[in-house]
Every structure is written in structure tokens, then in C-alpha cells.
């Protein structure tokens, strides 16, 4: 069973709606939680993290975590094509914070 | 944010010989280092943690023989994928924690192909 699990899409929605990404992770224990975005052929950008339950939000970006479901998402409001990446849920798996495990990721493709 | 840089950009080489990727932090100072492998289309795999002025930790299936890790101080970590072969081919991320918490910050990768 994966550690953590993303539908790796692609996710299409038109410019200017509002983009769910999904994510589930199998160890309870975790503590930590982050997104990514990735463009092709480049490294990771830290967009969101969050550590306890309930909702963050950052600008357009609104994190969603449910420890009790080990659910974590991702709304991306009023989407733009500069927005088209793949997104990689990223899950730190025990209380020492060492090291992350991610998601294959969800490619979102917003048309214009 | 924290900038973390790393060279080369994209390596090619031939099979059997070696190649060393560096990864340094650029405005903080990094006690741990981690370097990740991401296949096309896959997410990206840990190798392997590398702590300043100590062995690095490799996650399993990872040979550490191959795969020569040095973090000779709180800046600067290196990776040498040793005697090359085209199952190599892959791109490598490194990446480093503020002191301040958890958060990773990511190099800009390096796209290796072996022939």
C-alpha cells in the first residue's frame, strides 16, 4: 500500500473555477503536511503546509486537512493557466520530521 | 525564502563513469540534506539523508556504494553516482531544512542521462 496516495489526473478545469486536489496518506502518525507544485522538468515549489485540522488558506491557495480520515487537500480558487503543474501532496510520516514522502502528484491543466 | 543551489543543471555521460552532483545552501546553514531521484512521470523517491560531519543515512534499496554521499560542511553536499549506467538516468533533487522547522526547500534538480 502506497504511504501516499494522489489521483495522478490530469485534473482539467477552466480558467477562473476552482481546482480540488486530493490526497491520502496510510500513517496515522503523521504530523506534517505540505503541497508542492512542480512544473516539467523542475524542482519542487512549497505552496502550502499544514499541521492541524482544519482549513489554512494563502492568497488563492486553502489547504484542507482531516487527520481523523487522513485526508489533505488542496483548493486553488479563481485558476489560472499559469497555474497548469502537476501538484505533489507531500507527508512527513513520523514525529521526527527527518524526512518527507510525496504523492506521485496530480497534473491540473487550467484552459484559458 | 531559503535558496538552495544546485550544479549541474543537466550531466551527459558515458556508461561506467562518474558523476558528481553538488548542492549547496546559499543564505542558511543546513545540518540535514536530502537527495531525492524522480523518474519521468513518478513522484519523487528518497535516497538517501545526509547530515553534516556524518555518514549518510540511505533509505532501502538504495546502494550506498554507488551512490557516494559527502556533506563535508553546513553548506555543501555532494552526490557521486559512481560507474554510471543508463538505469541511472533519472533526475536527482537535492534538498535542505531551515534551521527554523520542517519546511524543505529544493534545488533546481539535475536531469542525468547516461548513454
Not at chain 2, 32 to 49: D, E, G
Request: net charge neutral; aromatic share 10%.
Amino acid at each position: 500500500q502506497k504511504e501516499v496516495e494522489q489521483n495522478s489526473g490530469p485534473l482539467s478545469v477552466p480558467e477562473g473555477a476552482i481546482a480540488s486536489l486530493n490526497c491520502t496518506y496510510s500513517d496515522r502518525v503523521s504530523q506534517s503536511f505540505f503541497w508542492y507544485r512542480q512544473y516539467s522538468g523542475k524542482s519542487p515549489e512549497l505552496i502550502m503546509s499544514i499541521y492541524s485540522n482544519g482549513d489554512k488558506e494563502d492568497g488563492r491557495f486553502t489547504a484542507q486537512l482531516n487527520k481523523a480520515s487522513q485526508y489533505v487537500s488542496l483548493l486553488i480558487r479563481d485558476s489560472q493557466p499559469s497555474d497548469s503543474a502537476t501538484y505533489l501532496c507531500a507527508v512527513t510520516p513520523d514525529t521526527g520530521f527527518q524526512k518527507l514522502v510525496f504523492g506521485t502528484g496530480t497534473r491540473l491543466l487550467v484552459s484559458p | 525564502g531559503a535558496v538552495v543551489s544546485q550544479h549541474p543543471s543537466w550531466v551527459i555521460c558515458k556508461s561506467g563513469t562518474s558523476v558528481k552532483i553538488e548542492c549547496r545552501s546559499l543564505d542558511f546553514q543546513a545540518t540535514t540534506m536530502f537527495w531525492y531521484r524522480q523518474f519521468p512521470k513518478q513522484s519523487l523517491m528518497l535516497m538517501a539523508t545526509s547530515n553534516e560531519g556524518s555518514k549518510a543515512t540511505y533509505e532501502q534499496g538504495v546502494e550506498k556504494d554507488k551512490f557516494l554521499i559527502n556533506h563535508a560542511s553546513l553548506t555543501l553536499s555532494t552526490l557521486t553516482v559512481t560507474s554510471a549506467h543508463p538505469e541511472d538516468s533519472s533526475f536527482y533533487i537535492c534538498s535542505a531544512r531551515t534551521g527554523a522547522g520542517e519546511k524543505l526547500f529544493f534545488g533546481s534538480g539535475t536531469q542525468l542521462s547516461v548513454l
